[in-house]
Structures are given as structure tokens and as C-alpha cells.
């Protein structure tokens, strides 16, 4: 491997013109435009709005939208390649990205009702706003069902109360679906999904977490008092919500597996070089036999982990079932990224311990991938019900 860019070299996975083009145009954007500022945009936890706009302007918000919504009618196979070059140098940026194009615009075009579509996804998948998808609970994480936000059916209206808490997007975007209990005896079929608009009454945004890593990306809870959601707002059938909630994690996870491959990718392109730059004992500390151990090892599993990200956004494609290929992806990719970045700051040494290195805050982004949108050990449940299904 001369370069410092892996890409699958090699295997002939069909990457068209196009695919390339939508890589090398996210790698320059992540270069020119993500890189400058990123150290201090970290550390002030500040949400990146200009960068964000330009996802936007340049289509990254909206990928795989038909273009009757103002999408770019891409690929799950440019979304991933699009996500892998962002992440490489801004998670913060590409977690952004995600929530927005796999969670929320997948999700309303999937099951939106065409009025929905024309209300809400053809602002979001131009940027014009982003949105938030609202899970998890105070004491509902993995154990999703649990869903202690009540959608109360009043007719014309639901009634919403709850709290969502750690949302991404939570300040920033412009509308949230909300998954809330309607039917508690109905149990997860008595679960809907609401697109509720910032600005309704009783819709505030919550306590802004401090966190260990993607730290530019905003993350609240969201807080619900006696909000009414017109009955149109609802997506799909009565009771759907859990269904929409499940079947848009499993594309949402190719996304995740994505910014983890990234994240890794990232690592390993900025260990190798500093590796040929670096001198100790009179040569390279590539010439050590204990680094290029760590880089050959590095760049096996981030190629293994490109594998299942590709195959997982290629059956996507294909209309092929993907539930167990995405979880797969997630998982794996998410310890790579984990264990590749910690190698990372390793073969810096104490310069990887400093923030101008960047290295350590890939190392504090990756351990996210390996939580949100289902912890490892849910996408091993996941992968595990596959086995037997
Ligand atoms: N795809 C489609 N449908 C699914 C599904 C999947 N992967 N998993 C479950 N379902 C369906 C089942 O078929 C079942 O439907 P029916 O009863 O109609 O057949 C229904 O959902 C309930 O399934 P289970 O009985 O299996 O439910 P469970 O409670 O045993 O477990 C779970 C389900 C897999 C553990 C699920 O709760 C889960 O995935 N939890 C993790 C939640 C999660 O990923 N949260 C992330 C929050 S979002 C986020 O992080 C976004 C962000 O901001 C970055």
C-alpha cells in the first residue's frame, strides 16, 4: 500500500465515475473547509453552522433523496463514501450529516405521506433546516419500548408530553419526529412517530450535554408539556412508530458504520504519515519493526471494516435484506475505530496526547460509534436474531 488512502485496492467493487467523483468531492470538502478551525471548534463545543450550510449548498444533507424532494438521488454506496471522507477529519460534522440523511430524510421518504414529503423533506434535504430523530429516553436506551412519552390520540390532535434526551440536532434543527406511546396496552404496535415542529407550544430544547467526543455536534434533551401535533403529522398507519423507528436504526447503523470506518481511516492516514516523519534511534520510526506492526494491523482491519460497510450499503441498494449486514458493519467498525484511534495517539506518542495532533479526538469521537444508534452489544443481539430468523 504506497499511499495513505485505502480503497479497496484490488477488488473490483464497482465504484462508478460518479461514486469517485462524490468521494474526492467530500475529501476536499473535509480538507479545505472541515480541517480549519476543528481543534477550536472542539474544544468550545461549538456547533458548526457555516460548515453545516455548505453541507448543504454541496448536497451532503439530502444524499440519497429522489430529486423530486431536492435530493441528490445518490446511493447508499456515495452516502457511504461521502461519510467515511467527512468523518476521516469531523465526526462532529458527519454525525450531523447522518442523523440527517439516514434518520430523518430516509425515514419521511420511506413511510411519509406525500404531503409530509413535500412540508418537510424538501426543506431537509436541501439544508434549508435539519432534523433531529427522537428515541431514546431518560430510562429508554436500548430498551426501546419502553417509550414513557405519551402521544395521547384527542381526535384532530395528539397530545404530547415526555422527555427525549440525548438528541442530536436537538437545538439546531428545525423538526424533530418524536416517537411517543398512544396505546400502552398495545405495547410497541401501540407506539407512533410525530414530525413536531420547533415553535409549537410546550416544544422547548433542554440541558446541552458536555461531552467526551463529536463535542461540535449538539446534543439536548428535548422536553414536551401538553404539545398538540396536528393528526397529519402522524408517519404511516396508527402505530407504526416502532416499526419506523426499527427499520429506520437499520439503515441509520450503514451511516454510524461509515463515520466509524472514517474515524479509523483518519487515525491510520495521519499515523502513517506521522510515522515517516517522525525520527527516533537514528531512523524513521516507520523503520521500527513495533510501529509498522501497528500501521500493517491497522490498515487489515479498517479494509475489513470498508468490506462490511460497502456490502451493507450495496444490499441497501439492492433491495436486499441488510439488517444483519448493517449491524455487522456497525459493530466491527465501531471497534476498529475505537482500536485503531488508540493506536493512533500510541504511535504519536506524547504528541498524541496534544490536541493540535488530532489524534486524540479521534480517539474520544470514536467511542460514540460503538454507543448511539444501538450499543454493540444491541447490534449483537441484532446479528445473533438473524442467525435463526
Ligand atoms: N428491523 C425491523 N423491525 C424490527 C427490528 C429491526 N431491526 N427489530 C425489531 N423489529 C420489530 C419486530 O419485528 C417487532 O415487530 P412485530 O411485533 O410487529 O413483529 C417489534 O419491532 C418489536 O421487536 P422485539 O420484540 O424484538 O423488541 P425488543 O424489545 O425485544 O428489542 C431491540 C428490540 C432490537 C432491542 C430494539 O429495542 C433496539 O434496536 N434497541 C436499540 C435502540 C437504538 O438503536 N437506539 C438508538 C437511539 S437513536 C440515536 O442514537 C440517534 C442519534 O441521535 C445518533
Known sequence: MSTATLELQGLNFNLSEEHLAVQEAARDFAQNELLPGIVERDNEARFPTEQVK?????????????PDYGGGGMDTVSYVLAMEEIS?????????????NSLVCWGLEAYGSEAQKQKYLTKLASGEMIGAFCLSEPEAGSDATSQ???????????????????????NSSGVALVIAQTDREKKHRGINCLIV???????????????????????????FTDVQVPKENRIGEDGFGFKFAMSTLNGGRIGIAAQALGIAAGAYELSLKYAQERKAFGKQIFDHQAIQFKLAEMATRIEAARLLVYKAARLKDE????????????????????????EAVQIHGGYGYVKEFHVERLMRDAKITQIYEGTSEIQKLVIARELIR
Open 88 to 100: 476521516k477529519v469531523d465526526a462532529s460534522c458527519s454525525v450531523i450529516m447522518s442523523v440527517n
Open 319 to 342: 433491495h436486499k435484506d441488510y439488517v444483519q449486514a448493517a449491524a455487522m458493519a456497525k459493530l466491527y467498525a465501531s471497534d476498529v475505530a475505537m482500536w485503531a484511534t488508540t
Open 148 to 170: 414513557q412519552t405519551t402521544a395521547e390520540d384527542k381526535g384532530d390532535y395528539y397530545l404530547l408530553n415526555g422527555t427525549k434526551n440525548w438528541i442530536t440536532n436537538g
Open 197 to 223: 415542529e420547533k415553535g409549537l407550544t410546550g416544544f422547548t430544547v433542554g440541558k446541552k450535554e458536555d461531552k467526551m467526543g463529536i463535542r461540535a455536534s449538539d446534543t439536548h434533551s428535548l422536553l
Open 54 to 66: 455548505r453541507m448543504g449548498e454541496l448536497g451532503f444533507l439530502g444524499m440519497m433523496v429522489s
